[in-house]
Every structure is written in structure tokens, then in C-alpha cells.
């Protein structure tokens, strides 16, 4: 009996997360390409001329999507290497679960970055990021659901492309937009210790992103591999 | 077991499969030989169902191409590309298949597999340090985890020396002794010809000649296979 | 038999399939008169001058690009249906000729925007959006350039045309709360089209001229398609 969507799709995650464990490359490269571009943001504007409580939110967001891109760059690249992604293909299994268990695992990945990313902000920068750590992990959380979505799919189709490492990068960041606006927006409201009705608009704009790429991505996946 | 009525299959206006036809019996071995760019990977993918055909129909083990999972659970596919993950050592790359495959008792059909290839002692190495013929009996271990019906073969041979050669004949030897059904691409003629009981020569997308074990003379075979491929080009 | 969209509009509608290009024809004349009443014969706007008139030329750009990449996200969702390339040529022409309507609209908006509200270039929400909608087709045909295989090209473009229809209200939207969320200096928003009869007139035939233009250059573009994808078939053989 060949596993359900969902069983398969955890066994593809597991499986990832087991190789970047092992490899811990990207990982690793992902958090110190996060904390040098904090450390540099922070240098590249004039402290006296921009507070660090107006600057934070939008260093913190655009280094996520930068980093992240690192893990998904990866994604497909460890599938490609030896093909393993025919084996992947010749199971029998629903392509829809190859794309999930990709996207959790990339999940994982940028949501272990952020773990390092949002203390790094909080120490270097002053600001109270931290003191709201539930209503901020949604929103990383609410951010990252959709920065993978549309991350795994460009993945995927990326490295069957010639411009493989440049590709995922130029038709990401354009989907980024609307996740990263909403996500500062939204951290700079908490931050500056606003009320919580001001932060409503941003994380329902999060959601429903989530909830349209998230379907129209699981849906077009299968088209991204060979038919 | 495996029924191919005037397959074909075109990728935007280049046709790489044209009218392939043949059928073949449980237990039967299909050696298909030909150059670089004669379709027959395009072919295999077919028969995988990795890819639609354009026209015509086929079935694998009772199941019509282009099927879906049902399909895939019967097959067997290896590649000249290990399909493996160099990080993961040879037992989780044979369990990861195995619970793929929705097969029962992964971990011990892995342990038997890995006794059966000879891997035992070399099971928990990651798989990128294994030799180029080790991975291969991995590879041939991940794809028949689930005792396929039919195993497909994409060039085995190749980068593999004389003793992983002869060491993927004789396992090839076991899976035709057990009535499992194969199709092995290649264009070694002396390897397929060892193992096959039906040989086809494949040319420009199309079966140019097909005939049966005993019709085949090796020691003939590849002058015919060259006056064949050279025909006309 | 072949057809140079490059070439000026009169020869290369001689040489495309059948003699002369009438669409292209009649769609010059259209924008050639539609410019004229433009210049000539449409009155000044009172506060804006004569600034305003290449608002005749912004609005009917800006409406025609947004229908050219309602066609590539449709004729997408159709090519995965139906794997028809047909349907792929149809809106990789359409991309194209609207990555350049939008260019036009980039262009003529600042022109306008510098003696209206004093600034060639303000983060107005409307005019991000458009930005934006120009990188998403640039990306578009980024990512057409990038793969060999016909119809691999065929079915990523159409993913991509599809994911960025489905991108545009969410852009205009985060965009919109941003800025008003974020008040900025007051500049001076363009009035709502209460236009006055002659002016609205104007606009209509403007409108219809683009979108012959628009047809045109979409057909000769696809007919280019056509011709290309043919001659990568003969050499494939």
C-alpha cells in the first residue's frame, strides 16, 4: 500500500532535513550570510538620521528573504545531482506530495534561520522584538508559509532552466513583495508597541497570500516535472 | 507483461519516439540498442510513466501508458545515474524507497536487500563515498525494494569496470531467473546480448529490426547492428 | 515567406503571408488620427495645461497592457489544459507586445507626473503597481530566453503568466495599504475621470486605436512565433 499524500509528503521532508543535518552546508551559510548582512545594514545607515526602531523591521525582513533563497537554491540542486528525482518520480506517489514535503522542509529551514536571525536583530539593533515573541513567531510564521510556497515552485523549476542560480532569485523576489511588505509592517507595529488592531490588516493580507499560492503552487507543481 | 501499440512521442515539433511496437511476456528481456539520440531513453520514460506518449497506446503490467501510481508501484527504474542521495548512507536510500514504495517492514527488507547486494558491511557509509559500482548495486537495491513485475534499465554499464560489469549481469541474471520482466537500454552489444532473450536495434526514434532469442546470432549481431545504424545517415 | 516585426510597419506587412497587413494598416491610421484629434482638435485642461493631453495616450496604454496580461495568464491556463502551442505563442506575443505598453505608460506617466506634481517619479500606488506588473513580464520573457526545450519553455511560461496575474492583486493591495498607512507629502492626485464630453470622446477613440495597435503587433508577433517555431522543427529534423 503505497503512503497517502500527506505520509509521503513527510518522508520526502524527513528525508531533506536528514541530508541538510548531515551536510549542514547551506545551513550554515544561510545564518552567517544573515547575521554579516545584519551587521552591515546596520552600518550602512546614519543612526543619528534613522532610528534603529524604524530600521529593524526592514533589515530583519529583507535578510529572511535573502537568506531563504540560499536553502531553496539548494532544494532541487540535491534532487538534481544524481537524479534522485526520478526515483522520487517512479514511486507511487502523488506529485503533490514531492512539492509539500520540499516546501516543509524548506519550512524548517528558513524557520531556523529566523530562530537565529530575530535575536541577532533584538541584540545588535536594541529593539524589543522579543517581548512579543508569540504574535512575532505568527508572523514569521504566516511570512515564511508564503516566501516557501512560491520558493519551492521556483526551485523546482529553476534548476531545469540555463540561468539556474540567477532564474530563482529574479522571479522570487517579485512574489517576495507582498509578504515582505505586510511582514515589516506588520513588525514595525509590535515593535513600536502599537495596538493589535493596526497589525490585523497586514497578517490577513499574510494569510490570504498563504492561502492562494499555497494552492495555485501545489496545483501547477506537477507541471514543473516531466509529463 | 509489457505491450507498446505505435508508441510515439514528440517534444514540441522533434519527434523522438515515432510507431514503436512490440510486446513482451513475463520473464522475457528486451535488449534495445542504438546510438546516442536514438530514443531509446525517451522510450524507457515511456514505459516508466515519467512521460505521455504522444500516440499510440502500451500497458505495463496490465496497467495503460500512461499510468498513474498503480503503474509506477510494478516498475523498476535504473539509470546510469545512481538516483541516489550521496549524503544519506545505502540503508536509508533503500528504506526511504521501500517506504515510498508503501512496502511492509522496511528495515528488514533493507537489511535483506543490503545482505543480497553484498552492501552489509559498507550499509551505513554515506553513499557519495561508495565506489562507482557499489552505488550501482545500491541503485539496483532502491529499485527493486518493492519486487517489481517489470525493471526498466537505462545504460547500467556505463562507468561501471570489468568486475561491477559482470557482478550487475549476474544480479540482472537473478532478476530474469525470478520471471521479472526487463527492458535494458544499452549500447553495449556483448552485455545485452548476455542477458536478453528478444534484442531490438533502434535508429531516428524507430524499432529498425526486432527479433527473437533464438533468431540471434552474437557473433553476427554487431555487424548487423552496424549496417543498421549506419543505413541511411 | 517571412515577416520582419522589426521592420517598419508598410514593409512588413508586404512581405507577411497575405500581401498587405490591413490590421496594421488600419491600426497606424487609428492612432495617427487618434493623435491628431490628441493635438488638434481636444481643448486644454484648465489646471493641467497641456500636460494632460498625454493622458490620451497613458490611460488607453495602460488599460491595453493590462488586457495583454489578462490574455497570457488565460492563454496559460488553457496551454496546460490543452498542451496546444497555439496557445503559447499567443501569449508569448501578448507578453511582449504588453511588457512594451507598459513601458510606454512608465514613460508617458513621469513625463507627466514632472509639470503636474512636481516630481518625475513618486510612490503612488497605482504607479508602483505598474512597476511592478513591468517586472513580472521582463521576468516573463527572462525566464522564456532561459529554456531550450519548446514546450518546457511553454509550461514554466505559462506557470509564471498564471502566478503573476494571480501576484497583481496582491501587489496592488499591500502597495495600497502601505501608502495609506504611510501618508506622504500631499502631491496633487490626478481627479476622477469626470471628463468633460470632447475629452471623454477623445479618450474612447485613443482607446480603440491602442487596442487595434495592440492586435496588430500581437498578430505579427505570433506570426513571427510561428515561422520560428517552424524552423526550429525543420532543424530538429
Not at chain 1, 130 to 158: D, H, K, P, Q, Y
Amino acid at each position: 500500500m503505497a503512503p497517502s499524500t500527506l505520509s509521503a509528503a513527510f518522508l520526502i521532508a524527513r528525508k531533506d532535513l536528514a541530508i541538510e543535518f548531515r551536510t549542514r552546508t547551506a545551513f550554515f551559510s544561510a545564518a552567517v550570510f544573515a547575521l554579516l548582512g545584519i551587521v552591515i545594514f546596520y552600518f550602512a545607515w546614519d543612526p543619528t538620521a534613522v532610528a534603529s526602531i524604524d530600521l529593524a523591521p526592514g533589515v530583519l525582513w529583507a535578510i529572511f528573504t535573502f537568506s531563504g533563497l540560499l536553502g531553496l537554491q539548494r532544494s532541487f540542486g540535491i534532487e538534481q545531482a544524481d537524479r534522485a528525482i526520478d526515483a522520487l518520480l517512479g514511486a507511487p506517489i502523488t506529485r503533490e506530495s514531492i512539492y509539500l514535503g520540499k516546501a516543509m522542509a524548506n519550512l524548517v529551514f528558513v524557520a531556523a534561520v529566523q530562530v537565529i536571525a530575530i535575536p541577532a536583530v533584538q541584540l545588535f539593533y536594541g529593539v524589543p522584538l522579543l517581548e512579543n515573541a508569540a504574535l512575532l513567531a505568527l508572523i514569521a510564521l504566516l511570512a515564511a508559509i508564503g516566501l516557501v510556497a512560491v520558493g519551492t515552485l521556483f526551485s523546482a523549476m529553476a534548476v531545469n532552466t540555463k540561468l539556474a542560480e540567477m532564474l530563482l532569485p529574479v522571479l522570487s523576489l517579485l512574489f517576495f513583495v507582498p509578504v515582505v511588505i505586510p511582514a515589516a509592517q506588520a513588525t514595525a507595529r509590535l515593535i513600536a508597541g502599537r495596538p493589535g488592531s493596526e497589525i490585523v490588516g497586514w497578517l490577513k493580507l499574510l494569510v490570504a497570500f498563504d492561502i492562494v499560492f499555497v494552492a495555485a503552487c501545489t496545483l501547477a507543481f506537477p507541471f514543473t516535472i516531466e509529463e | 507483461m509489457i505491450t507498446a501499440q505505435g508508441l510515439s512521442r514528440r517534444f514540441g515539433g522533434r519527434t523522438a519516439v515515432h510507431d514503436v511496437t512490440f510486446s513482451l511476456a513475463a520473464g522475457d528481456v528486451l535488449a534495445i540498442f542504438g546510438p546516442n539520440g536514438a530514443g531509446k531513453t525517451t522510450l524507457l520514460r515511456m514505459l516508466a510513466g515519467l512521460l505521455k506518449p504522444s500516440e499510440g497506446t502500451g500497458s505495463v503490467a496490465g496497467v495503460a501508458l500512461p499510468g498513474g501510481a498503480e503503474l509506477r508501484a510494478a516498475i523498476g527504474y535504473i539509470s546510469h545515474a545512481s538516483m541516489l542521495y550521496g549524503a544519506l548512507s545505502a540503508r536509508e536510500n533503500i528504506e526511504l524507497a521501500a517506504k515510498l514504495f508503501g512496502v511492509r517492514d522496511p528495515r528488514g527488507i533493507s537489511t535483506r536487500a543490503l545482505e543480497r547486494m553484498e552492501l552489509h558491511d559498507r550499509a551505513d557509509t554515506p553513499v557519495r563515498l561508495l565506489s562507482r559500482g557499489m552505488q550501482q548495486r545500491v541503485s539496483i537495491a532502491r529499485a527493486t525494494v518493492h519486487d517489481p513485475l517489470v525493471v526498466l534499465l537505462d545504460e547500467p554499464f556505463t562507468g561501471l569496470d570489468d568486475s561491477g560489469s559482470a557482478a550487475l549481469g549476474a544480479h540482472l541474471a537473478m532478476l530474469r531467473a525470478t520471471g521479472t520482466t526487463l527492458v535494458l537500454v544499452t549500447h553495449s552489444i556483448a552485455e545485452g546480448l548476455a542477458l536478453a532473450t528478444h534484442a531490438a536495434i533502434m535508429r531516428d526514434g524507430a524499432l529498425v529490426r526486432l527479433e527473437k532469442g533464438e533468431a540471434i546470432d552474437p557473433a553476427t549481431y554487431l555487424t548487423v547492428y552496424r549496417e543498421h545504424v549506419t543505413h541511411g545517415a | 515567406m517571412t515577416s520582419p516585426s522589426s521592420a517598419g510597419p508598410a514593409s512588413g506587412a508586404a512581405k507577411s503571408a497575405g500581401g498587405i497587413d490591413w490590421l496594421f494598416l488600419v491600426a497606424v491610421l487609428a492612432i495617427a488620427a487618434a493623435l491628431a484629434r490628441v493635438i488638434y482638435y481636444t481643448p486644454f485642461e484648465a489646471v493641467q495645461g497641456p500636460a494632460q493631453k498625454i493622458f490620451y495616450l497613458h490611460l488607453p496604454a495602460a488599460l491595453d497592457a493590462f488586457m495583454a496580461f489578462g490574455v497570457v495568464a488565460i492563454s496559460g491556463i488553457a496551454y496546460l489544459w490543452l498542451g496546444d502551442l497555439r496557445l503559447d505563442r499567443a501569449a508569448e506575443s501578448s507578453a511582449e507586445v504588453g511588457v512594451v505598453f507598459t513601458t510606454v505608460v512608465l514613460v508617458t506617466g513621469p513625463l507627466w507626473a514632472r509639470p503636474v506634481w512636481g516630481t518625475w517619479w513618486t510612490w503612488d500606488a497605482r504607479l508602483t503597481l505598474t512597476l511592478f506588473l513591468w517586472f513580472i513580464y521582463v521576468g516573463y520573457l527572462v525566464l522564456r530566453g532561459a529554456i531550450d526545450d519548446r514546450a518546457l519553455r511553454a509550461r514554466y511560461s505559462a506557470i509564471l503568466g498564471i502566478l503573476g496575474s494571480l501576484l497583481i492583486p496582491f501587489i496592488h493591495l499591500s502597495v495600497y495599504l502601505f501608502r495609506t498607512l504611510h501618508p506622504r507629502p500631499i502631491v496633487i492626485k490626478p481627479s476622477a475621470p469626470s471628463l468633460p464630453p470632447e475629452m471623454l470622446t477623445t479618450l474612447v477613440i485613443s482607446f480603440v486605436a491602442f487596442t487595434l495597435f495592440y492586435l496588430a503587433l500581437v498578430r505579427q508577433r505570433y506570426r513571427l512565433a510561428t515561422e520560428r517555431d517552424l524552423l526550429e522543427l525543420e532543424e530538429g529534423r
